[in-house]
């Protein structure tokens, strides 16, 4: 499978093609992981035009805003889905008993890994593809992100059919079908994750900026794009 998804010529489809093509490949062992940011929301609104059945995984971090499980419970009605939500093998009581309180203060990386990158690793072995809305133009991490490929990280296929896309073709999306998105967007959050490490951010900030404000991390480990050397470089 890596062979045949190194050679596929998939740069040009647009996100329909590529979601149609996913689907088709690999049924119910594919499913959309959200955040339920604003791309987040494109992408499923995208698959619920091509099928009426299909999959979306969180995960739930336990710590994740009010808002974010306001619009998770929208999607549920409106989509007609069931998400399906990964949580850590800790609870946030029995991390801060074997970690110490406030982890994501003192070490974020082991809270992300310990929240995010674990319960992830567990549900992509069920899989033998994932679905992600991320674009190039995010982070530098991100920039080599084909919509097709092979995750070396995972090792299964990822699929990421708006790579190509910037926030002005998102929000026009959005806005000419009525998709809808989390309120914090509204309140200068351009990415939202966890309470504690998301911040609005100010005027003249980059849109990550509010991410582990503060500190030198803006990656939290969920993606990786290897390139020629095979050296690593997290992503969030």
């Not at 699929?159 to 998102?170: C, G, L, M, R, T």
């Amino acid at each position: 499978m890596k062979e045949e998804i190194e050679q596929l010529q998939a740069e040009s489809w647009r996100p329909e093609e590529v979601l149609a093509w996913t689907f088709d490949t690999f049924g119910d062992s594919v499913a959309i992981a959200s955040a339920f940011g604003a791309e987040g929301m494109v992408v499923i609104d995208t698959a619920s035009r091509l099928r009426r059945r299909f999959r979306v995984f969180t995960l739930d971090t336990e710590f994740l805003f009010p808002e974010t499980y306001n619009l998770m419970d929208l999607v549920e009605q409106k989509y007609g889905i069931t998400i399906e939500r990964v949580f850590p093998l800790n609870s946030p009581e029995e991390q801060d008993r074997e970690y110490g309180p406030r982890l994501w203060e003192h070490n974020p990386d082991q809270c992300c890994n310990l929240r995010k990158v674990e319960p992830l690793r567990r549900k992509l072995g069920e899989l033998r593809a994932w679905i992600t809305s991320i674009r190039r133009d995010q982070t530098v991490a991100r920039a080599g992100a084909r919509k097709i490929e092979w995750d070396g990280q995972f090792s299964l296929v990822k699929i990421n059919p708006i790579a190509d896309w910037n926030s002005k073709q998102v929000w026009q999306y959005i806005r000419e079908h009525d998709v809808p998105y989390n309120d914090l967007h509204d309140r200068n959050f351009p990415s939202i994750g966890c309470t504690h490490c998301t911040r609005a951010v100010r005027p003249g900030e980059d849109p990550r900026a509010g991410r582990w404000a503060g500190s030198s991390k803006n990656e939290c480990g969920l993606h990786i794009i290897m390139g020629a050397s095979d050296a690593p470089e997290a992503d969030a």
